[in-house]
């Protein structure tokens, strides 16, 4: 099931998915995450994003992911950036780089501060991922200056061209609130503030509940945000990494996935189950409305092709994929 959507621009599954990338630790790894991205390249996503280490401590490995993505798939590459403990000077320089790499879309994200750093203190001089966002677009701005081009039929006379600006900057959502909010109405202020700096994108953190997502997006909306919000999904399929999302997000568990993946001691049954809880949430807020779908990876095919696969989005299926349209 192919079709065009405008958000996204290009012939590709229906909804559009995208995936989330980490950059490897070590050799092994390295080959490991390259045969996933052509497995992953294959579904034709939207794009492929990248994650990048608070203070730019991955750089030079997410730039390496980064242009193998640009070299070696048809696939737009998506550069993560955070901001906590950079300068104006630092964080300039990080856009230019990538933007000299090839690399036009972005996720700004604020990122966190250092382990025993005051949360609520500024950590450098970029203090909102909003900042970040109007950065970006400076810095674009600033590389390619306004140009100019002939009017046919007036002799001598010239027009504007217009500015070339990256393609996505992108920004994070919380549907059920980031850790330092002070109400559900201060998230949607943020992700408001987030799209008047110039981001045309938000990407949310993990959920567990369809209604998480679709209420937040229902209050968005009705607090001015018109950008599209894609519902980010990762299919969990053992109880150490379950409970680990658990401690990094905050946002506690879902029992019957927890219990079901606990009590259940073969990892091929396990894989079906985190499979299944994902793509039944997928489907849901496909549903009800949601624009595509953001797939964290973990750097693996198997599980998010397996979660499309169920939702009928392989056409035909990847090699090694078997089809199973089931939901529920």
Known sequence: MTGYDPDFGDFRPTPPVSFELFPPRTDAAALALGRAIDR???????????????????????????RHLLEHTDVEPMAHLTCVGSSHAEANRLVRE???????????????????????????????????VQLIHRVQEE???FGQAGVPGVPGGSRILERPRPELVAVAAYPNGHPRSRGL?????VLLAKEVAGSNLAITQLFWRADD???????????GVTMPILPGVMPV????????????TGVPAPEELSVALAIEPDADAQFELG????ARLADEVVAGGAPGLH???????????????RLGLLTPAPAGIERNTRTS
């Open 40 to 66: 992953l390249a294959e579904v034709d996503p939207a794009f492929m994003s990248v994650t990048f280490g608070a203070g730019g401590s991955s750089r030079d490995r997410s730039l390496t992911v980064l």
């Open 98 to 132: 990538f933007l000299d790499a090839g690399v036009t879309s972005f996720l700004a994200l604020r990122g966190d501060p250092p382990a025993g750093a005051d949360p609520d203190a500024g950590i450098g001089d970029l203090e909102s991922a909003a900042e970040l």
């Open 143 to 145: 590389r390619e200056p």
């Open 185 to 189: 109405d201060h998230d949607v202020d």
């Open 213 to 223: 997502y679709l209420g937040f997006v229902e209050r968005a909306r009705a607090g």
């Open 237 to 248: 399929t053992s109880p150490t990494r379950l409970a680990r999302l658990q401690e990094l």
């Open 275 to 278: 499979v299944d809880f994902a």
């Open 295 to 309: 797939l964290y990876t973990f750097n693996r095919h198997e599980a998010v092709l397996a979660v499309l696969d």
